[in-house]
């Protein structure tokens, strides 16, 4: 009797190790496929409760400032230079869906000058100082009412703009002009 070689052996066991492995592989599939199918159940809900809930959602919002303008009952001038465009608004009130503000944010750029201020909600009025040398030059000026409650703030829609013209008196004083 004739013995089989290393070589025949390794090739004998390739044979049927390769189609063993795929009808296994197929035999997995099916039984996943069909067994683990049967098991799956349709659900809408992993609970139910009876209880109902009703309320009322109701926003709120800061009121803006709607009437403002230049003073001109306050219009001062300065010799060469200097001075101020006073600004007043009228503060607004506090409604069924809107809040007082509890400080105004004032801001003005343009040739005559920029800048920013924030003032408390019980003030109305504030200047902006002409620039020495800004004859001619003006900027524009928007109020936003402001809300804060501790780390809670919201603003309002920012104000119409105004716009001043910083203008000359007989050449020497400064004046201005709100449009």
């Not at 052996?9 to 035999?27: C, E, F």
């Not at 509890?102 to 200047?127: Q, R």
């Not at 040398?133 to 919201?154: D, E, F, Y």
Request: glycine content about 10%; charged content about 10%.
């Amino acid at each position: 009797m004739r013995r089989a070689s290393t070589e025949q052996i390794a090739t004998g066991r390739r044979r049927w190790v390769a189609p063993a492995a795929a009808l296994a592989a197929a035999a997995l599939g099916f039984a996943v496929a069909f067994g683990a199918g049967n098991t799956i159940h349709r659900t809408d809900a992993a609970w139910t409760d009876a209880e109902v809930v009703t309320g009322t959602l109701t926003t709120l919002k800061v009121n803006p400032v709607t009437v403002f303008a230049c003073n001109p009952n306050e219009a001062q001038v300065s010799l060469l230079g200097g001075g101020a465009v006073p600004l007043v608004w009228t503060a607004p009130v506090a409604t069924a869906d809107g809040l007082a503000p509890t400080s105004y944010l004032l801001s003005w750029s343009g040739t005559a000058g920029s800048g920013s201020a924030e003032v408390a909600g019980n003030v109305t009025s504030y200047s902006i100082s002409m620039g020495v040398l800004a004859l001619g030059q003006s900027s524009t000026v928007t109020i936003t009412a402001k809300w804060s409650n501790g780390s809670t703030t919201w603003l309002a829609a920012t104000s119409p703009a105004k716009t001043y013209t910083i203008t000359t008196v007989l050449g020497l004083l400064n004046g201005y002009r709100c449009s």
